[in-house]
């Protein structure tokens, strides 16, 4: 199978979720840029209503992952696909109100989306981040079928521009992400330049990252877990894998939300320290990488910052062969 082919099977898996729109809406928007760009992505909500057609190819596994490539049709890039639309996001407008956050996805016909297909053990998941990468939280919130409203206890910790991420497959379409943005009152200090990391620490443990990013080429990534110098080997499954890797974009967001190679785990199956990934940067340039993994019953997140390389042309059309076999 060819890269780009590959790409499309890590598809099932992986939400590549372009908000390329909002580059802008990061640190310092004006509010009249800010208002200008959500009144474009209303009116992207019509022009996909009615010309979804040529939007069908996310979600199959028909080898389009090519023009996923370019980054100008990546799923995510719009809160509608397919007619199916992310309605407007409820949450404490500001930073420290208790509250909820909610939302709907709208079918074709503009009724509440009831019927949904699992991945990865969860009709839907939800991942809520900062424009410059911070406070990223991936979780799950609670369905109302009577409404088809989903719904999960919420508190803003720092104020900004954030982008609310939905990943699911309606039960008679394929898999989908949709996104909005969600501004939070409150003064701003915007994470100015990360730097590059390659190791972190997270609630005692540390976790390295091996391996490189490579524009338009599936690369290896490695991360190993260990706690006060000791390789950590009782990774728990969490949601059907030893742990989840979000990719973002250093600039607009992009994301590819990736999981690791290997059978779908036991649930009495432990693992670690070392968790493999396979992923294909869709550009060179930076990227914020999120790992979720599970110990004792929690879920840890650790965050790196690395660079993508450019990519050999000559890469595109060859590439690795061998088939995805995730546990999707
Ligand atoms: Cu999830």
New binding site residues.
């Given amino acids: 199978m060819n890269t780009a082919g590959r790409l499309t099977v890590f598809g099932a898996g992986l939400v590549v979720a372009f908000g390329g729109a909002y580059a802008t809406a990061g640190a310092l928007v004006p509010d009249g840029a800010l208002t200008a760009w959500q009144e474009g992505a209303d009116m992207a909500t019509h022009v996909d209503m009615e010309g979804h057609a040529d939007m069908a190819t996310h979600g199959d596994r028909g080898g389009h992952g090519a023009e996923h490539e370019s980054g100008a049709s990546l799923p995510g890039l719009s809160l509608a696909q397919d007619g199916y639309v992310l309605a407007p996001v409820q949450a404490p407008a500001n930073v420290g109100d208790n509250g909820v956050l909610r939302f709907q996805i709208l079918t074709p016909t503009d009724t509440p989306l009831r019927d949904y297909t699992a991945s990865?053990g969860?009709d839907l998941?939800?991942?809520v981040v900062r424009t410059d990468g911070y406070g990223f939280r991936?979780?799950?919130p609670d369905f109302d079928k009577a409404t088809g409203t989903w719904s999960v206890p919420w508190q803003w910790d720092a104020a900004g521009s954030y982008r609310v991420f939905t990943?699911f497959a309606p039960a008679d379409a394929g898999k989908m992400t949709l996104s909005r943005t969600f501004e939070v009152a409150g003064e701003f200090s915007p994470v100015r330049d990360p730097g590059i990391r390659t190791v972190a620490e997270v609630d005692g443990y540390t976790v390295r990252l091996d391996g490189g990013l490579v524009a338009g080429v599936t690369t290896s990534l490695k991360v190993t877990v260990t706690r006060g110098g000791q390789p950590v080997t009782s990774l728990e499954p969490y949601?059907g894998a030893f742990g989840?890797l979000v990719a973002l974009r250093d600039g607009d967001l992009a994301y590819l939300h990736v999981h690791p190679a290997g059978d779908e785990p036991a649930a009495d199956q432990r693992g670690g320290p070392a968790i493999e990934f396979a992923t294909a940067a869709p550009t060179a340039g930076r990227y914020l990488l999120y790992l979720d993994f599970q110990v004792d019953g929690r879920v840890h997140t650790a965050t790196f910052v690395v660079d993508a390389a450019p990519g050999d042309p000559s890469q595109h059309a060859g590439g690795q062969a061998d088939e995805h076999s995730g546990g999707h």
């Fill in positions: 990865h969860k998941h939800l991942v991936h979780t799950h990943d949601l989840h």
